[in-house]
């Protein structure tokens, strides 16, 4: 989706090291979500903001944190203390009842 | 607990097949059912259906939403190999006050020539 950009598109690092993740959207859509899909398991939800400075724990949120200080962008940090945080992460946005739209999305692998 | 059901988890057709592809759910205070196509990267939306739309058609491809059974069908005509691809059923629900979207495991779709 043109509109939603997420950086980087694969990355590589170390266990016991925290990575962020990027997620900018100029879709003027006030909710942002992240999700985490593995084989055969689907999209998690992650976190997500509903307004700016606001932000709640979805379903999996252990291990992860994430900041909202702007309306266009919604970063995701993968602490040390994610157990398994090798994943293809996903991040998306809506408006009012428009479905989801999501990025391209971030391949995370970590050794 | 929540949860959305896909099936089956793959399937293999020939080009000009017609396939259906379902989603079952139990989702406590149901707003919406989505259906999306998942190629390489990001899922694109094909389909929202709710109370007051649950039949949608698009080219090929067609979806029916029935409230009573608590599933929907997608359903894919004359297929070509550009349909290969995992496709999401999502339901949006509020089981803790706050409207989420569930996921389903998703339904690989290939498409043989």
Not at chain 1, 52 to 64: P, T
Request: charge should be positive.
């Amino acid at each position: 989706d043109g509109g939603i950009t997420q950086s980087p598109k694969y990355l590589f690092r170390k266990e016991g090291q925290n990575v962020t993740l990027s997620c900018e959207q100029n879709l003027n859509h006030d909710a942002m979500y992240w999700y985490r899909q593995d084989p055969g398991q689907g999209l998690r939800l992650i976190y997500y903001s509903q307004i700016v400075n606001d932000f709640q724990k979805g379903d999996i949120a252990e291990g992860y944190s994430v900041s909202r200080e702007k309306k266009e962008s919604f970063p995701l940090t993968v602490t040390s203390a994610q157990k398994n945080p090798t994943a293809f992460y996903l991040c998306a946005t809506r408006d009012s009842n428009s479905p989801l739209h999501f990025g391209n999305g971030t391949r995370l692998t970590v050794t | 607990e929540d949860k959305v059901v896909q099936s089956p988890l793959s399937l293999v057709v020939h080009e000009g097949d017609t396939v259906t592809l379902n989603c079952s759910y139990e989702v406590t205070n149901f707003r919406s059912l989505l259906w999306y196509k998942q190629e390489k990267k990001a899922p694109t939306f094909l389909f929202m259906l709710t109370s007051s739309g649950i039949e949608k058609k698009s080219g090929r491809l067609s979806s029916i939403l029935d409230k009573k059974e608590l599933s929907s069908i997608l359903n894919i005509t004359a297929t070509q190999t550009g349909d290969s691809a995992i496709y999401l059923c999502a339901v949006e629900g509020a089981a803790s006050g706050t409207y989420k979207y569930i996921f389903g495991t998703g339904t690989r779709l290939k498409v043989l020539a």
